[in-house]
Nanobody
Framework: HVQLVESGGGSVQAGGSLKLSCSAS????????LGWFRQAPGKEREGVAR????????DYADSVKGRFAISTANAKNTAYLQMNSLKPEDTAVYYC?????????????????WSQGTQVTVSS
């Protein structure tokens, strides 16, 4: 079983930046896909970014391309989401999640470990 602990949320003005981190502990062996998701009030949770730790280019939702960047560290057991040029519509609870192996999808049904979520609020 893998546990994910997330940190780095907060409040920022439009145009600002935040960096989220997600640390995995437990059964973290093997390559996996690390994903970031978000859920805005009244909306469904959506995929934001994902990367396969075995080596592939990251993938992003169109709404965040060019502004957000996903990266990994600590033997690929920590994932980061650098968020730049934030907009009010980026306001949401952000989650990280793991899909075993390489997962070419943001479909949440294949992500079987989830963090507790952290609030990101962007004011105009």
């Amino acid at each position: 079983h893998v546990q994910l602990v997330e940190s780095g949320g907060g409040s920022v003005q439009a145009g600002g930046s935040l960096k989220l981190s997600c640390s995995a502990s437990g059964d973290t062996y093997g390559s996996k896909t690390l994903g970031w998701f978000r859920q805005a009030p009244g909306k469904e949770r959506e995929g934001v970014a994902r990367v396969y730790t075995g080596g592939s280019s990251p993938d992003y939702a169109d709404s965040v391309k060019g502004r957000f960047a996903i990266s990994t560290a600590n033997a690929k057991n920590t994932a980061y989401l650098q968020m730049n040029s934030l907009k009010p519509e980026d306001t949401a609870v952000y989650y990280c999640a793991i899909c075993d192996g390489i997962c070419y999808t943001f479909s949440q049904s294949v992500y079987n470990n989830w963090s507790q979520g952290t609030q990101v609020t962007v004011s105009s």
